[in-house]
């Protein structure tokens, strides 16, 4: 009987330094493996990214089970202050220490472990698609993106998919996720007229425009929550004028915010609410302000039904815990995936990820593996 070991393959992982944008060779240890198991594998690189495709079974069968990951890690931070090798995977008491050891090499080691022994052993009448990239961290322009943008150039299609994210906050089972938070960030700058601040009549102030503007988006209520969604949130970041003078009014002042939203919003609709505020401010104080926004990410359901029941008894299985549907937390690429299939998230603790000192427990690999592996016998069992 196979047996693919995922501590050892998490090990190899952790020891490429695949530091966002950079690959590390983690994509060519995971293609090695998948392709002795006869997965045919294509790399899938964008600008300067690196991407892996893998499918097992017939491209474009009804059935076909997909797994999504990434092998970049965010940077150490300072090394120093770690008590073993970022990239040395080294394992004491029980926890296996680098860099992506929790985010998410260890669940990237699972699934693909858990995928070569499952269509080793009871090859299934289906597919199973690996989508991996090397741009999450990052801008995640180049990374899932491309490989969906790929896969629909070629006619490879994933019939639902589990991304592998960390999504426990305390213990492992505790939480999956079925959605996600839309997320936006806007820059906005307030410019008026500089003058001395002797003769405020003179000029024009932009502070108290901006304080204004300020005040008035961070007290309004978004919205209540929705029934799967927290309360909306909007946070100032940042205020920043830049002025070393005593006695000199600023002819301009900049400020940054963040929204992350529920479904009740569309990332459209709130810069048009914060446009409009802006209008409303300058009409006011007779300011000038330009409202600069990204948005990184609409807010998502995927509404609970076949596959997250088929997550959730798989880990109820193999823990003993029913995991909780939530949608809390940043983003993920689930927020492409979502585009192209059904999708859920579920992983491991995340306590430890980004920080300094990232770590895995040994055994919860293991546990997670065997997670995946009855999700995909019970996948194509039905």
């Avoid at 097992?56 to 999504?68: D, P, S």
């Avoid at 969906?148 to 589990?162: F, P, R, T, Y």
């Avoid at 029941?309 to 299985?317: F, N």
């Amino acid at each position: 009987m196979y047996e693919t070991d995922p501590v050892t393959l998490t090990a190899e992982l952790v020891r490429c330094p695949s530091i966002t944008p950079a690959d590390g060779g983690a994509l060519d240890v995971l293609r090695s493996l998948l392709e002795s198991a006869g997965f045919e594998c294509t790399r899938v690189d964008r600008g300067g990214i690196s991407n892996l495709f893998a499918r097992w079974g017939e491209k474009g069968h009804a059935k076909t089970f997909g797994f999504n990951g990434h092998t970049d890690v965010v940077p150490l931070g300072n090394p120093d202050d770690w008590t073993f090798d970022p990239f040395g995977a080294e394992i004491k008491d029980g926890f296996l220490y680098g860099r992506g050891a929790t985010d998410m090499k260890s669940a990237v080691a699972a699934f693909a472990a858990a995928a070569v022994d499952f269509v080793r052993t009871t090859p299934p009448d289906g597919a199973v698609i690996l989508a991996i990239t090397g741009d999450e961290e990052a801008d995640a322009v180049d990374g899932t993106v491309a490989l969906l943008d790929w896969m629909h150039a070629k006619g490879e299609q994933m019939s639902v998919c589990l991304v592998g994210e960390p999504t426990s906050p305390n213990h492992m089972g505790e939480m999956m996720k079925i959605g996600r938070r839309g997320s936006m960030t806007a820059w906005v700058t307030v410019t008026g007229k500089q003058g001395h601040s002797a003769y405020p009549h003179r000029a024009l102030n932009p502070m108290p425009a901006m304080a204004r503007l300020m005040d008035r988006v961070s007290s309004h209520e978004l919205d209540q929550g929705t029934a799967h969604f927290d309360p909306s949130t909007l946070a100032v970041l940042t205020i920043d004028t830049g002025n070393p003078a005593t006695n000199v009014i600023p002819a301009e002042t900049r400020a940054c915010i963040n929204i992350r939203f529920n479904d009740t919003h569309t990332g459209a609709g709130l810069s048009d609410w914060l446009r409009h505020e802006a209008a409303a401010v300058d009409a006011a104080f007779g300011t000038s302000t330009k409202v600069e926004i990204t948005i990184s990410g609409e807010s998502f359901i995927t509404p609970p039904g076949p596959l997250s029941d088929l997550v959730a008894r798989a880990v109820e299985r193999e823990t003993g815990v029913t995991p909780e549907l939530s949608t809390t937390g940043g983003t993920s690429d689930a927020r492409f995936v979502k585009d192209h299939c059904p999708v859920v998230e579920f992983g491991l603790v995340g306590k430890t990820m980004h920080a300094v000192d990232e770590r895995v427990e040994v055994a919860q690999i293991g546990e997670l593996k065997r997670i995946y592996a009855r999700v995909l016998k019970d996948y194509f069992a039905t």
